[in-house]
């Protein structure tokens, strides 16, 4: 499971930004959020005659195996580097 | 794994060779053998992350897209994939015919995906153009 996701953004301005999210403690922030996406999942499962159960584990299965995903972009002075860990 | 490391292994699966026999028997053949020829009979590592470099210039500006993708987040993407209802799939089909690509999503199946990402660390895919280079690779 992601632990930390890592957010530098490089301006052309040579100004860093460094932002660290660490997932752990802000789960509890965004429960109401998931529990509410994960209702609009099961109405919309039920509409379009997918199951809901396995479509929340194999949902989980794809955020459980986020970490390690790095995105690195980089365009003349600016750059943006996203990490999962 | 050589001939006679397998003979050793037969006589032991047969009863032939105690345990502590045929592990003598192996320490002595590597004994024998020259390092060199050990190290490569050693499997290679699995490949965990599919990597996808990009280096352009745009405008003048270097660019340079560098992403790594862990080969188990496109193992979950394939189960996931697979539970795009069969009506979704046809109307994705039907926009790809128009757009110039003859491919039907209907008939793949996540088993072929599944051995497509399985085989995925024995391919390297290298662009070179003048002003940019690709290069997709697992490690």
Redesign the interface.
């Known amino acids: 499971m992601p632990q930390l996701v890592t957010v530098r953004v490089k301006r052309p301005t040579g100004r860093l930004i460094r932002i660290w999210v660490p997932l752990l403690p802000v789960a509890p922030v965004l429960l109401p959020v998931l529990v509410l996406a994960a209702l609009v999942a099961a109405v919309a499962g039920a509409v379009y005659r997918v199951r809901v159960l396995t479509a929340l584990g194999t949902g989980w299965r794809v955020f459980s195996a986020l970490r390690g995903t790095q995105i690195d972009v980089e365009q003349g002075r600016t750059a943006v580097l996203v990490s999962i860990r | 794994m050589n001939e006679q490391r397998k003979d050793i292994l037969d006589m032991l699966a047969e009863g032939k060779l105690t345990a502590v026999e045929a592990e003598q028997l192996i320490a002595a053949l590597e004994r024998g053998q020259p390092p060199a020829a050990s190290v490569e009979t050693r499997p290679k590592a699995k490949a ?2 599919l990597r996808v470099q990009v280096d352009a210039v ?1 405008n003048g ?10 080969l ?2 496109l ?3 394939v ?2 994939a697979a ?1 795009i ?1 069969p009506q ?1 799939l046809g109307k994705a089909t039907i926009e790809l015919n128009k757009s110039g690509v003859p491919f039907d999503l209907t008939q793949l199946k996540p088993e072929q995906l599944e051995a497509l990402i399985e085989h995925l660390d024995e391919v390297t895919v290298e662009v070179d153009q003048a002003d940019a280079k690709v290069r997709v690779f697992c490690e």
């Open positions: 965990k992350y745009e500006e270097p660019g340079r897209v560098n992403v790594r993708v862990p188990q987040l193992r979950a993407g189960k996931l539970l209802p979704a």
